[in-house]
Each structure stands twice: as C-alpha cells, then as structure tokens.
C-alpha cells in the first residue's frame, strides 16, 4: 500500500530538529511521496533544497496570501524559474485567505492572478488554499479558465455545493485532518461524494492534525489516518482508497516519479 501526502511544510521550524526521523517513519508507514508547497519566495528555496536531498520528497512553489503584501515583481519571474526545477511539481501554495486578512482583498486576488498565469506558462498544477474566501476563489479560479492548468483544492471545508462548483472545473478535491474531527460531519459528508478519479488526501503538517492528536504537531505518517477516515465514509478498504488516491496525485502532479 502507497499513500501520497500532498500537502506537508516539512520546512517548517518544527521539523528542524527531527526531519531525518519524520521523513523515515512516514515512509514506514507506506508514504511513499510527499509534496511540500513553500509559503513564499525564502521557503521556496528551502523546500526546493528538502527535495532534493530525499528522494521521496517533492516540491511546490509559489506565493501564499498570507505573504501576498507588497510582493517584489523580481519575486514572481523567481517563482517562475525555481518551478522548472526537476523537483518542483507544482505552484503553491497560492490562494485567498480572508480570515488573517493579511494583504487587501484585491491584492491577494492579483497575487494569486500571476501564479496561475505562472502555472499555466510552466504546465503545472496549482496548489489552492482558502479560508473564509470561497466565492471569490471560485470566481477567479472560472474567470482565469483553470482547467489550462489544473489544481487541488487543499484541505477542503467548503460545502458539496462548492466542491462541485471546483470538480467542474477540473479541480481535484484534496481532505486533510479536520475531515477525522468529532463535529465534521458536513465534512465527511462532502468527502463520500467526490468523485473516485478526484480525491486526493493530505496533512497539512505541522497543523491539522487528525483526532486523537488533535492539537500535536502533524507529520506525513499521519495522512494515514486521514486516508482510513475517508476510506471508512465512502465504504472502501484502506488499501482502495490509498491505491484510487495514490493514482489520483500522480496524475495531477504527474513531475512526481514512481
Ligand atoms: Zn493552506
Ligand atoms: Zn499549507
């Protein structure tokens, strides 16, 4: 059995001490990829650096909104020459988040705007993130014809009504830990309908992690029990719904080797 963490900052300060054991005990446990989207122009360069010295580790560039303020042009033509790295299979993460509201609403938008039009010029997918900023994210996504490029929506919360606004576009709909919290039914009830050829699972670590760690740092190893959440809701084994997923972000993330 393989699974596919899609969606972990191993650059995170708090890996620094133990990332050797982290990277080792998800492989352990059958995580056999794992991507790791940068925040900005300074952890792009480090995620690009993790990729390289382990083999099982893969890379995403780009800017987050939360960074999204005051972003130097020579920031994005930097995006753009670090994605055409072996590694780097995606732009990410980019997106909106209204909730810390770091950077005005239209900049986020412009922000995220150029990343597409990135993504779309070096053929990879995207990497989006929202929080509190789902109708927005979904206009701009129509409005800048994402199906040129592709894309995850990541650790998705949204509605079935949103997903399936996203899934029409081509986006792939990516669950992480909160889908395994007690009061996330809405969650898990979204998570048993997405289509077989467009979930894809994910930690998030070093956040998010999945009940009972609930509130410990997160790591790779415990997309697991991610993958065993979704499996249960959508009445499939462990190992279906890691071969189904696995198949899934090789797909979309097809610079990622077997
Ligand atoms: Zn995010
Ligand atoms: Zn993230």
């Known amino acids: 059995m393989m699974l596919v963490d899609t969606h972990c900052h191993l650059m995170d300060q708090q890996f620094a001490d133990d990332l050797d054991d982290v990277i080792r005990r998800a492989e352990a446990e059958g995580i ?134 996203c899934l029409a576009m081509g986006m792939y709909i990516s669950f992480g830990g909160p889908v395994t919290f007690k009061k996330a039914d809405d969650v898990r009830a979204v998570a048993a309908v997405i289509p077989d050829d467009r979930i894809l699972v994910e930690t998030d670590s070093p956040y998010l992690s999945p009940h009972p760690f609930r509130g410990k740092r997160n790591e790779p190893s415990r997309v697991k029990i991610v993958a065993q959440q979704v499996a249960d809701v959508r009445n499939v084994s462990l190992e279906a719904l890691a071969a189904q997923t696995t198949a899934n972000a090789l797909r979309l993330f097809s610079k990622v080797g077997l």
């Open 32 to 165: 056999g990829r794992m991507i790791v989207p940068a925040v900005d122009l300074a952890t792009a360069h480090e995620v690009i650096r993790i990729a390289e010295a382990y083999p099982n580790v893969y890379a995403a560039v780009g800017i987050h909104p939360e960074s999204a303020n005051d972003v130097p042009a020579s920031h994005f033509d930097e995006i753009e020459r670090l994605a055409k790295h072996e590694k780097v299979v995606a732009i990410g993460e980019i997106g909106l988040d209204y909730y810390w509201d770091s950077a005005p609403h239209a900049v986020q938008q412009d922000v995220m705007a150029r990343q597409i039009e990135i993504a779309k010029r070096v053929g990879l997918p995207i990497i989006v993130h929202n929080r509190e900023s789902t109708e927005d994210i979904i206009q701009l996504l129509d409005r800048m014809n994402v199906a040129e490029s592709g894309g995850v929506m990541h650790c998705f919360s949204g509605s079935e009504n949103d997903a399936r606004r």
